[in-house]
């Protein structure tokens, strides 16, 4: 080997050395250290590069609300926007969903997960950025949910040689009770993924804050139609008819007494009869009436359970009053979502987490709630962990409840929702690969 090869030698090597410093790496990419994470991530998403992006981005959504399973602008614009920042993604997930990798490529995994679609509601704010297809309206806050997750996948691909591992981003279509989140477990998206972490705008907090609980957090949710069929006839000659009004009446009465008669007290749950259809005529007894509604609980048993009860309740009152019932729990329709229940280690690092970008005041503690979200379907898969962000601003006046055609966001919780996804994913890749195994085996929750 002669003295210029060695030369050469020495140059590569120094030259490798080199450039595995920060300075000869791409220039938008920064070092981060798990400590440092919580400031740097949040003080990123208040800067206006970070902010008035996904201020643009969701105005942009609001305007133009899709339904469940029909988010192709939307989802297209979140495409566009991962083209931009460099991030792979596969697409089409379960019909219109996005999902997004950033880091190593390789394990362990972590998903961050935002819902895109909206509802089918006519908007009432007015305002330069008001929806433009009448009838529809984001009404629940997914056109936020994206900017944020967008937001987080900005900071994170700043910082992508810092991460231990890759964040799965999950844009998620139908959440409003089209059960993306179930379609996207069924097409395999969580495989060897650790946890997932989702958030929910919440207009009753205030902006800086987030609350959550460990245990059942939300309920799950169940509709029934049920069709009871007696006898048409005169209604001056009652005995040559079989009256299914009449059946129906005992149906709904008997119906209530599942949760005050039967129900532990202690263990939360609503049977509420919401249609009630039959007959037209003052003088006609009809043929059938059909009746409708929805029963939620916080544990799956329960959910199994007074399912089973409804059904069983209807059928045979049914059969008391000479009629004949059928059941349909609409499965296909409205797919039921199971309850939301946060799991018991992902809680604890949820409050470190938190308070570290907060402040541990900020860090709020929830009673669960009876409405539904369709994150559970992610639960039921992998340890997973749900909870609301403020978005409450007095001086801003009054922010009404999602769902209200006059809902409106409080943008200046951006940053907040970003820096915790991007938190959330980058410092639990850090303990996975240092505290293994962070998420024991024997972790349990109530599903
Ligand atoms: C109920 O179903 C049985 C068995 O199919 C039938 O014989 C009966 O006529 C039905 N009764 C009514 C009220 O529809
Ligand atoms: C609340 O709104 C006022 C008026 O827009 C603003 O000055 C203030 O900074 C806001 N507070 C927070 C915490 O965002
Ligand atoms: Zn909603
Ligand atoms: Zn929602």
Redesign the pocket.
């Known amino acids: 080997m002669g003295f210029l090869v060695l030369i050469r030698a020495f140059l590569i090597s120094n030259l490798l050395v080199f450039c595995s410093l920060p300075i000869c790496s791409d220039a938008s990419f920064s070092s981060v250290s798990a400590s440092e994470i919580p400031e740097k991530f949040l003080n990123l998403a208040k800067s206006p590069e970070v902010f008035d992006w996904m201020v643009s981005i969701r105005r942009k959504i609001h305007e133009n609300p899709e339904l469940g399973y029909e988010e192709f602008e939307t989802s297209k614009l979140i495409r566009a926007e991962l083209d931009k920042l460099g991030v792979k993604y596969k697409y089409p997930v379960a019909v219109t969903g996005v999902v997004g990798y950033i880091g190593s490529g390789e394990a362990p995994f972590v998903a961050l997960r935002a819902d895109m679609d909206a509802l089918s509601m006519q908007e009432m704010v007015e305002w330069k950025h008001k929806s433009k297809n009448p009838g529809k309206m984001h009404a629940c806050g997914h056109d936020a949910h994206v900017a944020m997750l967008l937001g987080a996948a900005k900071i994170l691909q700043e910082h992508r040689e810092s991460l231990k591992g890759t964040v799965v981003l999950i844009f998620q279509p139908a959440e409003e009770g089209g059960g993306g989140a179930k379609r996207i477990v069924d097409a395999g998206i969580l495989k060897n993924v650790k946890a997932i972490f989702g958030l929910h705008v919440s207009p009753g907090l205030p902006v800086g804050k987030v609350s959550s609980r460990h245990g059942p957090l939300l309920a799950g949710t169940g509709f029934f139609e049920a069709v009871i069929?007696?006898?048409g006839g005169h209604a001056a000659i009652p005995h040559h008819s079989?009256d299914p009004i009449l059946a129906a009446s005992y149906i709904v009465v008997s119906l209530q007494h599942l949760v005050s008669r039967e129900a532990d007290p202690l263990d939360s749950q609503v049977v509420t009869v919401a249609k009630f259809q039959g007959g037209g005529a003052f003088n006609v007894i009809p043929d059938s009436v059909v009746i409708g509604g929805t029963f939620r609980t916080f544990s799956k048993d329960t959910f199994v359970h007074l399912k089973m009860r409804i059904e069983e309740v209807i059928i045979q009152q049914a059969a008391v009053q000479?009629?004949?019932a059928t059941v349909d729990f609409l499965s296909s329709e409205k797919p039921c979502c199971p309850p939301t229940v946060n799991n018991e280690a992902l809680h604890q690092y949820f409050q470190n987490v938190a308070g570290d970008v907060l402040g541990i005041s900020n860090v709020e503690h929830m009673q669960p709630l009876m409405g539904s979200e369709d994150f559970s379907f992610y639960q039921e898969a992998i340890p997973g962990y749900f909870y609301f962000l403020g978005m409450k601003n007095e001086t801003k006046g009054k922010f009404p409840s999602p769902h209200s055609p006059y809902f409106e966001i409080n943008e200046d919780a951006f940053p907040f929702g970003a820096a915790l996804h991007a938190t959330l994913a980058a410092r639990h890749l850090i303990e996975i690969q240092t505290k293994t195994p962070l998420i024991r085996d024997d972790h349990h929750d109530e599903l």
């Open positions: 069929s007696g006898k079989i000479r009629c004949n």
